[in-house]
């Protein structure tokens, strides 16, 4: 059975708390596991790669095929479908679109005390990408990563990805062919997160790590951060369906299985004004779990960590969605514009009844990877600027010095700071 909570009862504010407050890890100490994993790759590197290869990929990682080779490359793209190579290139351009309008624009201005000021905006020099691999291959999430970072300008692309078994999966290959990305190691997990991070055998550091993972893959993101800028914490997938009973209930059940199926971890969350179509969606999620070929992950997804709330009326469903601040969110409603304005936090958001999440994780332009549990709170989508930073320029002559500079050197001389007094003194006639 579903959680089911009423927005009527007595004690939903407390039960409410208590089911977006659970932990989604299955008890799991996924801190504690990450830190000894970064741990020994920056105690022992390459040989800490291997030994955690075997533990978790189960095949014996060594110098010799930890990168992936253009003679691979080229095999792989040869074994792909001609039709998903077409779909592939067509998200690809989609994606390209999309984010080439997200690039910033330099400043520079004089002010009225006759100060130049602006900014510039630069890549970063080294980014690493992951590519999550473990219980599905994503090709997608190639495209997802690589593309922004290109559209950026950085030099250097390392792409890192589970391969279970040590098989690397053709499309994934492809993609990243697609995506000029010339370096690909087939690790994954916190151990590819910190060897990313700090170097491990030929693989040297990089300057920001992005993309999205498991709950180990989040974690380590979270734990190198400060050693290398990270985009956000893109952990186990969600989704938050807002529905009337106008809708119908095997397109919803299907929807929050959608993102169900990526992990145990995930979450699935439906919120109704309608508690007869809340049963008929139910009973099309447990007919939809039964016939599904990740049966497993579903189940224990939407039985664990999923809810279905019926509230009283959906002008309720907007405080609900901001505090749980999905990473996506459906409004399977007639006027969804309506209700999107009420509402502030989520990483991507769909509107109407005929706009399935899933032509967010593929086709339809922005970005896949975002925010996850509650991070949507403070956290956006991964975009061109995860690649960027902006430096500030600053440019006086005499005269705007001896119009600005005795302000300086008082606000110094207040902080008992007096070389910064006579940096600025020494300069004015
Ligand atoms: N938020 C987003 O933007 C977004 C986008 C796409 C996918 N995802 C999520 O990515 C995830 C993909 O997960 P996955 O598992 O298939 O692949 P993954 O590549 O994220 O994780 C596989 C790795 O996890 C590590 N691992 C597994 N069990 C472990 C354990 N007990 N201890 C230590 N390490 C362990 C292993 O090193 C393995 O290589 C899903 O949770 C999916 O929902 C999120
Ligand atoms: N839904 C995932 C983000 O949470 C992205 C994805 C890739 N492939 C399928 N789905
Ligand atoms: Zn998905």
């Given at each position: 059975?579903?959680?089911?909570?009423?927005?009527?009862?007595?004690?939903?504010?407390?039960?409410?708390?208590?089911?977006?407050?659970?932990?989604?890890?299955?008890?799991?100490?996924?801190?504690?596991?990450?830190?000894?994993?970064?741990?020994?790759?920056?105690?022992?590197?390459?040989?800490?790669?291997?030994?955690?290869?075997?533990?978790?990929?189960?095949?014996?990682l060594?110098?010799?095929n930890?990168?992936?080779?253009?003679?691979?490359?080229?095999?792989a793209?040869?074994?792909?479908?001609a039709?998903?190579?077409?779909?592939?290139?067509?998200?690809?351009?989609?994606?390209?679109?999309?984010?080439?309008?997200?690039?910033?624009?330099?400043?520079?201005?004089?002010?009225?005390?006759?100060?130049?000021?602006?900014?510039?905006?630069?890549a970063?020099?080294?980014?690493?990408?992951?590519?999550?691999?473990?219980?599905?291959?994503?090709?997608?999430?190639?495209?997802?990563?690589?593309?922004?970072?290109?559209?950026?300008?950085?030099?250097?692309?390392?792409?890192?990805?589970?391969?279970?078994?040590?098989?690397?999966?053709?499309?994934?290959?492809?993609?990243?062919?697609?995506a000029?990305?010339?370096?690909?190691?087939?690790?994954?997990?916190a151990?590819?997160?910190?060897?990313?991070?700090?170097g491990?055998?030929?693989?040297?550091?990089?300057?920001?790590?992005?993309?999205?993972?498991?709950?180990?893959?989040?974690?380590?993101?979270?734990?190198?951060?400060?050693?290398?800028?990270i985009?956000?914490?893109?952990?186990?997938?969600?989704?938050?369906?807002?529905?009337?009973?106008?809708?119908?209930?095997?397109?919803?059940?299907?929807?929050?299985?959608?993102?169900?199926?990526?992990?145990?971890?995930?979450?699935?969350?439906?919120?109704?004004?309608?508690?007869?179509?809340?049963?008929?969606?139910?009973?099309?999620?447990?007919?939809?779990?039964?016939?599904?070929?990740?049966?497993?992950?579903?189940?224990?997804?939407?039985?664990?960590?999923?809810a279905?709330?019926?509230?009283?009326?959906?002008?309720?469903?907007?405080?609900?969605?901001d505090?749980?601040?999905?990473?996506?969110?459906?409004?399977?409603?007639?006027?969804?514009?309506?209700?999107?304005?009420k509402?502030?936090?989520?990483?991507?958001?769909?509107?109407?009844?005929?706009?399935?999440?899933?032509?967010?994780?593929?086709?339809?332009?922005?970005?896949?990877?975002?925010?996850?549990?509650?991070?949507?709170?403070?956290?956006?989508?991964?975009?061109v600027?995860?690649?960027?930073?902006?430096t500030?320029?600053?440019?006086?002559?005499?005269?705007?010095?001896?119009?600005?500079?005795?302000?300086?050197?008082?606000?110094?001389?207040?902080?008992?700071l007096?070389?910064?007094?006579?940096?600025?003194?020494?300069?004015?006639?």
């Open positions: 059975m579903v959680l089911r909570l009423d927005s009527s009862s007595a004690d939903f504010a407390s039960a409410f708390e208590q089911f977006i407050s659970k932990d989604r890890d299955g008890g799991a100490d996924v801190s504690a596991v990450v830190r000894e994993v970064i741990n020994k790759i920056r105690a022992d590197g390459m040989d800490a790669l291997a030994e955690l290869t075997q533990k978790f990929d189960g095949f014996a060594c110098e010799a930890l990168k992936i080779t253009d003679a691979e490359i080229e095999i793209e040869k074994q792909c479908r039709e998903d190579l077409k779909a592939l290139d067509f998200a690809a351009d989609r994606i390209r679109s999309y984010h080439l309008k997200q690039l910033p624009k330099d400043e520079r201005y004089t002010d009225d005390m006759g100060v130049t000021l602006g900014w510039r905006w630069n970063v020099d080294a980014a690493g990408l992951y590519a999550p691999g473990g219980r599905a291959a994503y090709p997608s999430s190639v495209l997802m990563n690589a593309i922004p970072a290109q559209v950026a300008g950085v030099g250097r692309l390392a792409l890192v990805t589970p391969a279970p078994g040590g098989e690397m999966n053709p499309l994934v290959l492809a993609a990243a062919k697609r000029g990305i010339t370096e690909i190691y087939r690790i994954g997990g151990q590819a997160i910190a060897a990313l991070a700090y491990a055998g030929p693989i040297a550091p990089v300057d920001v790590i992005v993309g999205p993972g498991n709950a180990y893959v989040a974690e380590a993101k979270r734990q190198v951060f400060g050693k290398v800028g985009d956000s914490i893109a952990g186990p997938s969600e989704i938050l369906v807002v529905a009337d009973g106008q809708n119908e209930p095997a397109w919803i059940a299907a929807d929050l299985l959608s993102q169900a199926e990526h992990d145990p971890s995930s979450q699935s969350i439906l919120i109704t004004d309608d508690a007869q179509f809340a049963d008929r969606v139910s009973n099309a999620v447990d007919e939809q779990i039964a016939e599904s070929e990740r049966k497993e992950i579903t189940a224990a997804a939407w039985h664990d960590n999923s279905i709330i019926v509230v009283g009326t959906l002008d309720e469903a907007p405080a609900i969605v505090r749980i601040a999905p990473e996506h969110l459906e409004l399977a409603i007639e006027a969804p514009e309506e209700l999107l304005t509402i502030r936090h989520a990483g991507a958001i769909f509107m109407g009844r005929y706009t399935p999440e899933a032509v967010g994780d593929y086709v339809a332009g922005p970005d896949h990877v975002l925010p996850t549990v509650h991070s949507a709170r403070y956290a956006s989508g991964l975009s600027l995860d690649f960027m930073k902006r500030s320029i600053i440019g006086c002559d005499a005269d705007a010095l001896a119009r600005i500079g005795p302000a300086a050197a008082t606000l110094a001389d207040a902080e008992g007096p070389s910064h007094a006579n940096s600025v003194r020494v300069r004015l006639k």
